[in-house]
């Protein structure tokens, strides 16, 4: 088992930014990568981005490449997303994921708000 909690979000003025933490603990020497995912109101989840925990290689999701940016830190167990130039529609509630094997994210977040305010 793998558990997660996140913090940073909050309200932002369009074209602002904000750094969103998610430590985890438990499982962590098992950790094949972590992701983040958001979900809008009345909107699917989506996916964000990611992060393998061993070689620290990022994927992004189309519409948050090149303002986005996924980091670790291995020694805290800690992935942290730094969100730049910030839109209103990247307003969501944001989810941190752990997965133990592949990209299969079977590990969540409670989730934090983040509001980009025009």
């Known amino acids: 088992q793998v558990q997660l909690v996140e913090s940073g979000g909050g309200l932002v003025q369009d074209g602002g930014s904000l750094r969103l933490s998610c430590a985890a603990s438990?499982?962590?020497?098992?950790?094949?990568?972590m992701g983040w995912f958001r979900q809008a109101p009345g909107k699917e989840r989506e996916f964000v981005g990611d992060?393998?925990?061993?070689?620290?290689?990022?994927y992004y999701a189309d519409s948050v490449k090149g303002r986005f940016t996924i980091s670790r830190d291995n020694a805290k167990n800690t992935v942290y997303l730094q969100m730049n130039s910030l839109k209103p529609e990247d307003t969501a509630v944001y989810y941190c994921a752990a997965s133990l094997f592949s990209r299969r994210y079977d590990y969540w977040g409670q989730g934090t708000q983040v509001t980009v305010s025009s």
């Open positions: 992060i393998n925990w061993s070689v620290s290689t990022t």
């Open positions: 438990g499982r962590t020497n098992s950790l094949y990568g």
